[in-house]
């Protein structure tokens, strides 16, 4: 084993995320922050469309809907960490 302080910086950050969990919780976090991207470019895209059509309706509900998923998330996730 090489001794820490000899190693490049990157590898020493990978030596010390891969000897805990936060690791995990990262990996876990690109997937989860990824999936919210790709949610937000579907809202806004919808969002667009609805005001384009000049319809409120259809403008709002995908705010509303993206709102609900970033709660559960956030829920999801304080449970998670707090375990």
């Given at each position: 084993?090489?001794?820490?302080?000899?190693?490049?910086?990157?590898?020493?950050?990978?030596?010390?995320?891969?000897?805990?969990?936060?690791?995990?919780?990262?990996?876990?976090?690109?997937?989860?922050?990824?999936?919210?991207?790709?949610?937000?470019?579907?809202?806004?895209?919808?969002?667009?469309?609805?005001?384009?059509?000049?319809?409120?309706?259809?403008?709002?509900?995908?705010?509303?809907?993206?709102?609900?998923?970033?709660?559960?998330v956030y829920?999801?996730?304080?449970?998670?960490?707090?375990?």
């Open positions: 084993m090489h001794q820490a302080s000899r190693l490049p910086f990157w590898e020493r950050v990978f030596l010390i995320a891969g000897n805990s969990a936060i690791f995990w919780l990262w990996h876990h976090l690109l997937i989860v922050a990824l999936g919210l991207l790709t949610l937000l470019g579907l809202v806004i895209y919808l969002v667009v469309s609805g005001i384009r059509q000049k319809n409120v309706a259809k403008a709002v509900w995908p705010v509303v809907i993206f709102c609900s998923c970033l709660g559960l829920f999801a996730m304080s449970c998670a960490i707090m375990d």
